[in-house]
Structures are given as C-alpha cells and as structure tokens.
C-alpha cells in the first residue's frame, strides 16, 4: 500500500488543523493505520492509531486534543489536531500495518508516507 500524508502547514498556538493520509493500492480497510510524528532531534512517536473496526489509540499528550478518523470507502484516514502548541511542531507521518491492533513503536509499521510538516508558533 502506498501512503500519501497532507494537510500539515503553520498554525498559531491554540489553532487547529486537519491531516489527510490518502492509501492507494488494496485492502486498505484491512490495515491497522497510524500518525507519528518526529521533531528535529528526537524520536518518532505514536501520536494515534486506528484499526480496521475503528478502535482508536491516543499518545497521552495528545488526549483530549485530537481525532483520529478512517473512511475506508474513500481509503482515507486523518488526524483532526485542536489546541496545538509550539511543542506539536514536527513531522508527521502516516504509516500502516497488518497486525490488527494500534502498537506504540514504529518497528511494526510496513508501510509509511512521506510526511507533512506541521509548524505552531508561539
């Protein structure tokens, strides 16, 4: 499966925005899909996951500030951020795999997207 991320951008502290991770080839709907993101210096994380039946899985920091989402019709998922602050700023990736539950390390996931960069300033 191919991975394609959008939506990142630069928003002011407090603001919102909303990530798109189009997939293409087949099965998508059998694909446990996630967001992690890296800022300069540190580890990839998990920021939220989702599985094929729409079980979520949410980075403690970021619990009650964001959505994750699949349309499985549209072979799209996203990532709906709100309250951003300037420590939200990195890259964000979606990545895939075919293990059927949201697993927190980034070793697991198959199939990974090119990034879209998110910037929140203070």
């Known amino acids: 499966v191919q991975l394609q991320a959008s939506g990142g951008g630069l928003v002011q502290a407090g603001g919102s925005l909303r990530l798109s991770c189009a997939a293409s080839?087949?099965?998508?709907?059998?694909?446990?899909m996630a967001w992690f993101r890296q800022a300069p210096g540190e580890q990839r994380e998990l920021v939220a996951g989702i599985t094929s039946s729409g079980t979520t899985k949410y980075a403690d920091s970021m619990k009650g500030r964001c959505t994750i989402s699949r349309d499985n019709a549209k072979n799209t998922m996203y990532l709906h951020m709100n309250s951003l602050k300037p420590e939200d700023t990195a890259v964000y990736y979606c990545?895939?795999?075919?293990?059927?539950?949201?697993?927190?390390?980034?070793?697991?996931?198959?199939?990974w997207g090119q990034g879209t960069l998110v910037t929140v300033s203070s």
């Open positions: 990545a895939a795999q075919r293990m059927n539950r949201v697993l927190v390390s980034s070793r697991f996931y198959e199939y």
């Open positions: 080839g087949r099965t998508f709907g059998g694909y446990v």
